[in-house]
């Protein structure tokens, strides 16, 4: 038995030595952080293109696994995101008007860390600041993007005050399908001024960033460019709703239908706003009802004279992060409004008559003074030569009494 013992000793303190060295060797190990970090733009107006290399102390190091943990911040989500990735580069959406940070580190594992995953206790890390060229205060205001009844794609801007004058404005966009930024291929135009851009005949994808930037020169030199990214599935306006069919039921119910306007706009995305307007005896009262159905009953109430309804609709939260309300509907009220034909009114002449009568009215008078001032004239041009061929005639009779 002692004998036995002597012998397992020294085995369990060999396999004890050589666990400990191990583990002496594994938190011993230490990740450098990634280098080399670099931010590159290929003009793609805010889709940037995020690059680095792995440690010195680990390019030689080929049984081991390397990972990387990217970290930047969204300044649309006004938050950091985080990926991991064995590659060497990453492309992620940044806004170039504000600042761009990131920082990346490493991560090891495989044998040579014991199965574990080691994660470098510093990090590499970069911050880019937006561009300070282009006149200051010359980003245009108010940009909105109107993508109507999901078939034609419009964006409005304003100009800033302190715009100088003679300064040319243009809207280029890029997404994921195109090689480069293209130029706007019809702009609105008001005053000499260019105020949008329509997209029709350039089919944009949905459910994809489109960049968007509106820069341009000035005799002072190139404007501040304002950079907008977007997604036109958010920015759908639906037609307005023509149909509406209002009856009245037996039993006092009071039902609404309508029909969903034509188009591109899926039906079970649409949900709708009915406005109901009560006219009665304590004036009127407005109620609005959400539904996702295509009619609406409601109860007849005694107590009011009148129930006028109409419609609207937008996509809801299931389909699309935000949308527009389309225009309301025209109203349709129980009981009918009754037209009443009015009767012609001297009042009711419309203006172009009254401005037709007066002119008619001083060219008759121009003329008639025209003609009086003629027959003046006239008159006073026969006188003389009546007096001169009287006298005429008196001389020839003495002259011949006198013979």
Known sequence: MGSKSAVIHPATLMLLFIT????????????EPPEDLMILDPGHLGHLEI??????????MTECPKLYQLEYFDTYKNSWTAIRTPSRSYSAQFDLMKDIRVRVYT???????????IKSTSYTELVQKPPTTGVVGT???????????????????????????NSQQSLYFWHKELEQAEECPKYMISHSVRTGCNFTGKPLPDFTDINICINGSSPHGPLKPTFISLQIQNHVKPETTEKLHLQTHPDGQLELQWERPVGKVPGHCLEWEVERSQEGPD???????????TSLTLPLLNNYERNCLRVRSKLHKYCVDKSFWSEWSRTTCHPEMKEVTPEPEWDMIPVYVYIAIAIIAILMLTLCMVAVLKVMRSRQEKKPDSLLTSLFARNSVLTVVEA
């Open 139 to 165: 980003t245009v205001k108010d940009f909105v993007c109107v993508f109507h009844n999901m078939e034609n794609m419009e964006c409005n801007w304003e100009s800033n005050q302190k715009m100088p004058a």
């Open 51 to 60: 690059t680095w290399s792995p440690p010195a102390s680990l390019i030689n």
């Open 20 to 31: 400990w060295r191990e583990s002496i060797h594994c938190s011993g190990l230490t990740v």
């Open 283 to 293: 004036g009127k009262i407005a109620l609005k009802i959400l539904t996702e159905q």
């Open 107 to 117: 991560l090891l594992s495989g044998p040579c860390t014991n199965g574990t995953m």
